[in-house]
């Protein structure tokens, strides 16, 4: 008897597993940003990889264009709630979701682009990525805004002084805001999605944003100068919704997490490889760009926001940054 309960038991697991329905979704990734932006060029990449291997099972709807969420910070409250599947966007407001990944925006903790991936690529991104898990975001992949620089309508700027009393619009973001406060400017901060608007009816002065921005999102028709600050250097991050991440078999997370990482290579490389292109691009479309801007003088302006948020961080965590070669 025991025999023939165990010969059914192993027959019906046998046949359950071969009848299990394979996972089939079509998720919606969302951005901010217009379709040839690279964070929207990088997801196509990204999306294409998993569709090839899983067979097409999991596909993709790609919203661009902050036509799902007005601003980033929008789009990431959908996706913390599940009605949208991924973003593709800034970290600029996922502090305020989860603020360990703040200590990223400080200004100028970043050497260069080697810096950045080294950090970003290695424990402590790690242990940022896993404290989304918290606020039920799964972090799949850092990918890359870029240095942020200062545009405006009115004036050069090459030092502080020169940008003392603009109103510049910042991302809702405490540090970037104290940061450009500290520096003198009247620092506005708005969703994404307001920008555009605010600039071409001078509600503001300016914005700052890394060069694909400024290029890929038209910012050069309502802004004459850009000054090459690179002042606060600004992650991307592909995030789906833990909720949708835990309905996805292993075998296909897997394959989602090394598509993401193999996208960060792919859509970060697009930003750093086309930089000076982007830069002449936008001399083309009459943008007066600043060089040679007193970067000592900006990283003793931002001083005080480098300070409090060190301070907030801790030193350790601060120094882990800056000691990582
Ligand atoms: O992520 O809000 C911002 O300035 C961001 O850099 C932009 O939406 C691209």
Do not use: C
């Not at 309502?222 to 000054?227: D, G, T």
């Not at 090394?258 to 002449?280: F, I, P």
């Amino acid at each position: 008897m025991k025999k023939l309960m165990a010969i059914l038991i192993s027959l019906v697991a046998l046949t359950s597993t071969a009848w299990a329905v394979p996972y089939k979704a079509e998720l919606k990734i969302a951005s901010a940003t217009a379709l040839e932006h690279t964070y929207n060029v990088g997801a196509q990449y990204f999306m294409k990889l998993v569709e090839e291997r899983t067979g097409g099972r999991i596909k993709f709807k790609l919203y661009p264009d902050g036509q799902l969420g007005k601003g980033e910070r929008e789009l990431l409250e959908s996706v913390q709630q599940g009605t949208i599947d991924m973003y593709i966007g800034s970290t600029g407001p996922l502090g305020g979701f989860s603020q360990s990944i703040q200590i990223l925006d400080i200004p100028f903790i970043f050497r260069d682009y080697a810096h950045v991936d080294k950090v970003l690529d290695g424990p402590i991104g790690a242990s940022l990525i896993a404290d989304l898990q918290k606020v039920q975001m799964k972090g799949l992949a850092f990918w890359e805004n870029g240095f942020r620089n200062l545009t405006n309508s009115k004036r050069i700027v090459r030092t502080p002084s020169d940008a003392k009393g603009l109103k510049i619009r910042t991302m809702e973001n405490p540090v970037h805001i104290l940061a450009w406060k500290s520096a003198g400017v009247n620092a506005t901060p708005m969703a994404w999605g307001e920008v555009y608007g605010a600039l071409q009816q001078g509600v503001i002065d300016g914005e700052e944003n890394p060069v694909a921005v400024i290029l890929q999102m038209k910012i050069y028709e309502v802004q004459k100068y850009l000054s090459l600050t690179q002042h606060v250097y600004s992650p991307a991050i592909l995030i789906m919704s833990l909720k949708r991440w835990n309905q996805i078999p292993a075998d296909d997370q897997a394959i989602i997490l090394k598509a993401a990482q193999e996208g960060a290579v792919y859509q970060r490389n697009l930003g750093r490889a086309n930089e000076q292109k982007m830069l002449a691009e936008l001399e083309k479309h009459s943008m007066v760009v600043t060089r040679d801007v007193d970067k000592a003088a900006w990283v003793a302006a931002m001083k005080p926001a480098f300070d409090t948020f060190a301070g907030q961080f801790g030193k350790d965590k601060i120094e882990a940054i800056l000691n990582t070669k």
